[in-house]
């Protein structure tokens, strides 16, 4: 069945240094991939996405890459800052289906 | 405006006993959905409903019940409740035929002692 790897479970790094999380999805058919984040008793909420027929997007500090053949994305966050700390979820769907497909998420930790 | 909204955020109650949570988006968007989220943080759909009518069941038992009376409201009824039970429970919605983001309600932390 359709489903989505998310690595690593934890990160944790030091302030201003970067991070990375990658997911790979199994369903070659998917074509849009959202990142959420979710803080400590919050709702998960959209931080970037990307369609199938991008590369690459980048919103200030945060980027998401897509590699179509190899069926990744990652999310690159630079220059993180205490308020980065949170649980990212990845995602994966496709057009005409209902349902979103979630990473088991990345525990990230910004440490001052 | 809040955009996605469920009552209750918190739900304690015992074992066997019945009980709903409602969920309303102003979004005017025609799909909405229930994810369970655990203690491990995992996120799972449930059900997904179009316009009214149940598109995804995601092997659910038999003792969740989704009822959408239209397609702005999602409410989720659950019957003799169990300790596995215990979870947030997130109601969400979207526009599927722009393949746009869901967008989350604040979820309901369900408690089964």
């Known amino acids: 069945g359709e489903n989505v790897e998310q690595h690593p479970s934890t990160l944790s790094v030091q302030e201003g240094d970067s991070a990375v999380i990658k997911c790979t999805y199994s369903?070659?058919?998917?074509?849009?991939f959202p990142w959420y984040k979710q803080e400590l008793g919050k709702r998960p909420q959209l931080i970037i996405d990307?369609?199938?027929?991008?590369g690459e997007k980048k919103d200030q500090r945060i980027a998401v890459t897509l590699n179509k053949t190899a069926k990744h994305f990652s999310l690159h966050i630079t220059e993180t800052q205490p308020e980065d700390s949170a649980v990212y979820f990845c995602a994966a769907s496709k057009a005409g289906t209902y349902k979103y497909i979630f990473g088991t998420g990345t525990r990230l930790k910004v440490l001052a | 405006d809040t955009a996605v909204s469920q009552t209750p955020k918190y739900l304690v109650t015992q074992m066997g006993n019945d009980k709903s949570i409602k969920c309303e988006q102003n979004?005017?968007?025609?799909?909405m959905y229930w994810y369970k989220q655990d203690s491990k943080k995992f996120l799972k759909i449930m059900f997904s409903y179009n316009n009214k009518e149940l598109i995804i069941n995601e092997t659910v038992p038999n003792r969740f019940s989704p009822k959408s009376p239209d397609k702005a409201h999602l409410n989720l009824h659950i019957n003799s409740l169990e300790l596995g039970d215990s979870a947030v429970y997130f109601c969400a919605s979207s526009q599927v035929n722009r393949g746009t983001e869901a967008f989350f309600g604040q979820g309901t932390r369900l408690t089964v002692v």
């Open positions: 979004l005017g968007h025609d799909t």
């Open positions: 990307i369609r199938s027929n991008v």
């Open positions: 369903d070659s058919a998917s074509n849009y």
